[in-house]
């Protein structure tokens, strides 16, 4: 029997493994390898962390989210690394304040070597868990695991590839928890109709602003064959829920100022011909000499600084990096992931309904929700 059995070898279940030398201590993983999320993250460069994490990055319980970041923050986790021979740097050119690595492998070897004392159940499936005098049971595709105190992080239902599946939520429920509502997020967005022209310019990226729900995102908008994606759009789908979102095709600039003398529109705009000429198409407008243009084209013209539109969906969880919704909170004792519902049970990271935006702000909480765990258990 183990003191303690992880169900997952991501972040936050690795970060926790990392903690309990003292420990007997077992991890179940589905995969063949440990970090198989982390390996794909940011390109395969592992954006880790960020300079500006707060609460206000975060889809959920603001005042549980804040106490879970102060427990491990960004700079204690930058601390820990460094320690460990990983060094992460800011990329400017990506997103906002995001911390890369120079590649995903180092920080999965780095995790290799911090759990050498761990027994790992590789390509394990956890199919039931069983809780009778003070001892759960495990039941695996393999065998079955005892254990005093369990451990779920395990994730959400995004990277069905990579082994991702419902039963760290379908444990949580067997134990008496709330579910909230699961939707795929950090994921691009299917179109109407009315923006079918996106798609004639896939693979085209520019740089962009956008409004959802009270929150704004700047960066770069890629447009795709079923729609649109880029960081602004996964970090948009986060917070969208249903109805209108807009852009602002340009800006920082003026459109008035810059229709000026006869060239065309397509030559002014300071914007790929492709998009400039897609975009008059689709509000029915013709790419003529600015000087020939009326009030009223012009009037038209300057819906590029509020393009509203309603997205007819997403691109599901397949292409989602991370699950949105999850185990209530309310349910969970914020000081060391245990279970208000169930002593000995614990959850970590991305099962829980916290979600953050695009950016390093996941990683961070799996591991700051792990070290509170791994500091109470």
């Not at 012009?298 to 007819?312: D, G, M, R, W």
């Not at 292409?319 to 279970?339: F, L, N, P, R, Y």
Request: proline share 2%.
């Amino acid at each position: 029997m183990y003191e303690i059995a992880i169900v997952g070898a991501g972040a936050s279940g690795l970060m926790l493994a990392s903690q309990l030398k003292k420990h007997n201590i077992c991890l179940i993983e589905t995969n063949e390898k440990i970090g198989q999320k982390i390996k794909v993250s940011g390109g395969a460069k592992c954006n880790i962390t960020n300079n500006l994490v707060s609460c206000d990055n975060y889809l959920g319980d603001k005042k549980f989210v804040k106490e879970v970041l102060k427990n491990f923050t960004n700079e204690d986790l930058l601390t820990f690394l460094n320690k460990n021979g990983v060094n992460p740097k800011i990329n400017p050119k990506l997103i906002k304040g995001t911390y890369f690595c120079k590649t995903s492998a180092e920080v999965i070897d780095m995790f290799t070597r911090l759990t050498t004392h761990v027994k790992k159940y590789m390509n394990t499936k956890v199919i039931d868990v069983n809780y009778v005098d003070e001892v759960f049971t495990i039941i695996t595709n393999k065998n079955q695991i005892k254990t005093k105190k369990l451990v779920i992080a395990s994730g959400g239902l995004s990277y069905t590839t990579l082994g991702a599946s419902s039963i760290g939520f379908d444990i949580a429920s067997k134990f008496g928890h709330n579910i909230n509502t699961l939707n795929p997020a950090l994921v691009g967005f299917t179109v109407q109709k009315e923006q079918f022209w996106f798609k004639n310019l896939s693979g085209l990226s520019i740089m962009a602003k956008v409004k959802v729900e009270n929150k704004s995102f700047y960066g770069s908008l890629l447009f795709a064959h079923k729609g649109c994606s880029g960081p602004i759009i996964l970090n948009s789908s986060l917070y969208w829920k249903k109805g209108k979102m807009s852009f602002d095709f340009l800006p920082d600039k003026k459109i008035k100022k810059l229709l000026i003398g006869n060239a065309l529109i397509s030559s002014r705009l300071p914007l790929p011909k492709r998009f400039v000429q897609e975009f008059l198409t689709s509000i029915e407008l013709e790419d003529k000499p600015c000087n020939k243009l009326n009030e009223q084209e012009i009037k038209k013209l300057e819906i590029i600084h509020n393009y509203e539109f309603s997205p007819a969906g997403n691109f599901g969880y397949t292409k989602a990096e991370v699950t949105k919704g999850g185990i209530c909170t309310d349910e969970i004792d914020v000081k060391s992931m245990q279970s208000l519902k169930q002593k000995d049970l614990y959850f970590l990271g991305e099962c829980l309904d916290v979600t953050g935006e695009l950016g390093g702000y996941n990683f961070q909480f799996a591991f700051s929700s792990a070290i509170s765990c791994a500091r109470n258990i």
